[in-house]
């Protein structure tokens, strides 16, 4: 996380507290373990509400290349500083929701999904939506990573089933704020 980037990231929780979700960017060791199983095999890669960018500075660490992302984020002044800070990625300004609409990717299914929203604040049809979209421009052995400062995955697992997706932990971060929990969906 970025010293500066804390001041943008609160204005833009009070804002929208349930679209936000978070006082404060996510932590860097959050960042680390969402992205730990990501490789250079897997770009391109879709973010999904990269906010300020910790996830997405995560993925250029493991050897994602920049023009080898594409990041979806509904917040302007958020996909503004995004094309600032990373002007080889791909800028979606939209809402996730609506990503079977979107025109994600070149010609190559995507080989991972890193998503920072806040999944436990939308309704399950949104979430559904979400999902059903993400997977749809995945890769068939690639992963979703979701990441939640709940006790438990936060997708419905009547979603789940009704998507054929499975839900693994994958570890937690108690260094974050609040402390955190990521998890990886797949198809069955």
Not at 36 to 44: G, M, Y
Not at 80 to 99: E, G, K, N, V
């Amino acid at each position: 996380m970025l010293k500066q980037d804390v001041l943008p990231f609160f204005r833009a929780w009070l804002d929208n507290p349930l679209g936000v979700a978070a006082v404060v960017p996510s932590s860097s060791p959050l960042a680390e373990l969402i992205t730990r199983e990501i490789s250079p095999d897997d770009a391109p890669v879709l973010e999904l509400g990269p906010g300020t960018g910790v996830f997405t500075r995560a993925l250029l660490a493991r050897g994602i290349p920049e023009s080898g992302l594409v990041l979806v984020e509904t917040n302007p002044k958020f996909a503004q500083l995004l094309r600032f800070r990373f002007p080889d990625a791909t800028i979606l300004q939209s809402d996730a929701a609506l990503l079977r609409r979107l025109p994600v990717g070149p010609d190559t299914a995507v080989g991972a999904v890193v998503s920072g929203l806040p999944l436990l604040s939308m309704s399950p049809p949104t979430v559904m939506q979400i999902l059903a979209g993400a997977f749809m421009h995945l890769r068939e052995n690639g992963h979703f990573y979701q990441f939640t400062y709940g006790w438990r995955c936060p997708v419905p697992t009547r979603v789940l089933d009704r998507l054929g997706l499975t839900a693994t932990r994958i570890g937690g971060v108690l260094a974050n704020v609040p402390p955190a929990s990521v998890y990886k969906l797949s198809r069955r």
